[in-house]
């Protein structure tokens, strides 16, 4: 099972124990009001969806990561696509840190 595989499960699990927020507007609350550990944006997400997400992370201290398409990160959920997720737990948030970082250095030796 690769690290993707395993990223994408776990925000699977995440998602039935209620531990995140999906949508651009959701996300950023969740951002401000300090809840999000971790916000997750597709790879294939807008300009100004990245931009508006990744400043408002920047301003409040947020890591910001992104992995996956859209639809990988909808399927994951259980949902339609999904361009922006937020982490509201820190045990779900370091593991997929983890997984995310592994995922990186797999790329980096493709």
Request: with cysteine.
């Amino acid at each position: 099972m690769t690290s993707k595989d395993k990223l994408l499960n776990l925000l699977g699990l995440a998602m039935r124990a209620r531990k995140l927020s999906t949508g651009e507007e959701l996300v950023l609350n969740d951002v401000r009001s300090k809840r999000a550990k971790l916000v997750i944006i597709s790879t294939d997400a807008s300009n100004n969806t990245t931009k508006n997400v990744s400043n408002k992370c920047q301003s409040y201290q947020v890591a910001l990561e992104q992995v996956c398409t859209r639809y990988e990160l909808g399927f994951a959920l259980g949902k339609d696509e999904r361009v922006t997720i937020g982490v509201l737990d820190a045990g779900f948030a370091k593991s997929m840190k983890a997984l995310i970082r592994d995922i990186n250095e797999e790329r980096s030796y493709e």
